[in-house]
């Protein structure tokens, strides 16, 4: 009898263990002290090899109009320093790496010298509970987030303030994102939620996000997960179409409710809906511009646009979780990541809005995203913090409503 | 005190591995959670409002219901192979032994999705059922194939377990008492199966256990719309960022599965010792 319950227990314990790993968080507390790096780009630096690297094009900008006057404008005309060590950094799989090895990693690392080791592990939600778990280590040193994570790690204090001291490049960057951010993330791209339909199936052209509910797209239709804030845009979105809002999203659920019968799956993550694309199963669903103009390019029968009721724009972040261990280096990577130049190649890059103003894009490139303050403001940004705050609970609704 | 000394590395082991973290759990289980952040308190609301709330109070009467569904068919279809495997002499017994082992050399989740495969709306299944003029059965995104797979999966668990006990049971036992009369039907019933009923009680435990924790399986065959004790755990882990109420499903699936141990620990210790007496 002794050795059955021994064995028992031991299967008891081992059936236990993927449930229960986690570790301790400091939750709940304010925010954490902005703590400053030690200096990184924005000091002169004394030996520095004379790279000539078109950091130049800043210099002509005043620096005056916002806060902050640290970084001097002649700053940004100096040469710029060899750096060393590493600096880990974690965002997308698929696609995205391949981009960022292009236009982030091979530039960065051949500018400073510094080494990038790349992380495409976890979504985003996914990284951030990582970094919770972790009490703000969670083993890299910048991720790439959305707007949501940058408020909530704010707000539980396990991020590191960006700052123009310590990042002189955000200065360019359009003020009322980074106010809707908060100061523990950057703005680093802006993408929106499209509508991306199947040519030959829907033709003409959807001129309404009402297509998705219209009967003759019965088990064609996607939405996502709320785990995806895209699926919490799209609800958003619903309620507008059916008289609510941001504040009053009760009509969006019931919009959710009735969009069941039309659904085709109900995925979390935006690239599990390629293969959807490929079988040309999927005929119309939200989509970030961004993924949506690179499937386009890579010639699937698909296309996107905003609908006349509009759209909700996405503000994609770089943090720096508390924890980091290469601080200096994560700072100088973000500073980099907004510099002018490589705003605007990757931009071109993954086909999505940049984070500042001051770029000069293709015409055609301008009206498929966003890329001035007026789009923003056109689109109109929702309330980040609002959004953050409620997600949880409608989370738990949309889980309410798909469950069977 | 050598004795002692013997299990101290795996003591160690379990108390690290497994008791902090459910302490650790335990400990969230009770603190407050409001819009997204989680503050030390003290309060029961996440146990009242696991338990009370149809929806949740849902999934973990499916699990449960799944639990002891998988627990009964995986010794039910396990208990002939499991007699095949200690009483019979068939050549095939080996190729038998290694059929009953080999799910447990590859991954839960290769398993699972090649259940995927053959279960999907397009899948061998249904062009088989097709074949017929029959179908397609929705085997996929509900809990029928969640079912299916777990019993696959955990099904080489109480194969073993009866093995281990049917092993015991000397077959001299079966044929003193078709010597005393009994068929061979009455002697099975009434000698083999009452000693092996130990073993196939922790068949059961253990596959209840296993099931009510299971999560690659539900996950993957369930899809995102059947929801699961496990599942739903890291759903409020990882999304809902409810560490809390998280917490509170961990400690109450640990209660739930350390009774059922308990009660199938005692009713399998009364079950032989009836026999023996």
């Keep these: 009898m002794r050795r059955r319950s021994a064995i028992l227990a031991f299967a008891l314990i081992i059936s236990q263990f993927g449930l229960a790993c986690g570790g301790f968080a400091p939750s709940g507390q304010p925010a954490a002290k902005p703590t400053l790096p030690p200096s990184g780009q924005a000091e002169p630096p004394k030996a520095a090899a004379p790279v000539a690297e078109p950091k130049a094009a800043e210099a002509p900008k005043p620096a005056a109009a916002t806060a902050a006057p640290v970084a001097k404008p002649t700053e940004a005309a100096k040469p710029v320093a060899k750096g060393s060590g590493e600096v880990i950094v974690n965002a997308y799989s698929a696609e995205y790496e391949d981009i960022f090895n292009k236009y982030i990693k091979e530039p960065f690392e051949r500018e400073t010298g510094i080494k990038i080791i790349y992380d495409p592990s976890g979504s985003a939600a996914e990284d951030y509970a990582k970094i919770r778990a972790s009490g703000g280590d969670p083993g890299w040193d910048v991720d790439a987030v959305t707007a949501q994570e940058a408020i909530q790690g704010a707000k539980e204090g396990l991020l590191l303030e960006i700052n123009e001291t310590n990042t002189p490049n955000l200065k360019s960057f359009y003020p009322d994102m980074r106010m809707l951010v908060g100061n523990y993330g950057v703005p680093y791209e802006i993408q929106y939620m499209s509508l991306m339909y199947h040519k030959a199936k829907v033709d003409p052209p959807p001129t309404s996000w009402e297509i998705m509910w219209d009967p003759k797209l019965k088990g064609h239709v996607l939405t996502f997960q709320f785990a995806n804030i895209l699926g919490v845009y799209h609800m958003i979105m619903a309620a507008r179409l059916n008289g609510g809002s941001l504040e009053n999203v009760e009509p969006g659920f019931q919009a959710l409710d009735r969009l069941k019968d039309n659904l085709l799956d109900w995925p979390q993550q935006s690239t599990q809906a390629v293969v959807f694309m490929e079988r040309g199963d999927v005929w119309a669903m939200p989509y970030w511009d961004g993924r949506a103009h690179y499937y386009v390019d890579q010639g699937l029968p698909y296309d996107f646009l905003i609908p006349k009721e509009g759209s909700i724009p996405l503000v994609n972040s770089l943090i720096i979780p508390k924890g980091a261990k290469n601080v200096e280096n994560a700072y100088r990577f973000v500073d980099f990541w907004l510099s002018k130049e490589i705003q605007r190649s990757w931009a071109l890059g993954y086909t999505v809005g940049p984070g500042r103003g001051d770029l000069d894009f293709p015409e055609e490139f301008k009206k498929r995203h966003i890329t001035s303050e007026e789009d923003i403001k056109k689109m109109g940004p929702p309330d980040y913090d609002y959004i953050a705050k409620n997600r949880p609970a409608w989370t738990e609704r949309a889980q309410r409503i798909m469950a069977r | ?112 999705y090649g259940w995927l495969v053959l279960l999907e709306p397009q899948g061998l299944v249904n062009q088989f059922l097709g074949f017929f003029g029959l179908g397609p059965v929705t085997l996929i995104r509900n809990y029928t194939g969640v079912f299916i797979g777990l019993v696959h999966v955990y099904l080489p668990y109480s194969i073993l377990s009866i093995v281990a006990s049917l092993q015991s049971v000397h077959p001299n036992l079966e044929l003193a008492a078709q010597d005393l009369g009994a068929g061979r039907f009455e002697a099975f019933r009434r000698v083999t199966l009452p000693l092996t009923m130990p073993g196939l009680v922790t068949g059961f435990a253990l596959t209840f256990a296993l099931t009510l924790s299971a999560f690659a399986t539900p996950r993957i065959l369930g899809g995102r719309t059947v929801h699961t004790t496990a599942t739903q755990i890291y759903d409020q882990m990882l999304f809902l960022l409810n560490w809390p109420l998280a917490g509170a499903i961990v400690v109450i699936v640990l209660v739930i599965s350390l009774l059922v141990i308990w009660v199938t620990g005692r009713a399998s210790a009364s079950s032989g010792r009836a026999v023996v007496v």
């Design chain 2, 1 to 112: 005190m050598r004795p002692f000394l013997l299990l101290t590395p795996s003591l160690v082991y379990l108390v690290v591995l497994c008791f902090v973290p459910d302490a650790i759990m335990l400990a969230f289980s009770v603190f407050e959670y409001r819009d997204g952040v989680i503050y030390p308190g003290f309060t029961l609301e996440h146990y009242i409002k696991f338990l009370t709330d149809d929806f949740y109070l849902n999934i973990l009467l499916r699990t449960l219901y799944l639990a002891v569904g998988v627990g009964l068919l995986t010794v039910i279809i396990g208990y002939p192979v499991a007699y095949f495997l200690v009483r019979s002499r068939s050549r095939w017994k080996g190729a038998v032994l290694m059929l009953v082992l080999m799910p447990l050399l590859a991954s839960v989740v290769v398993r699972t």
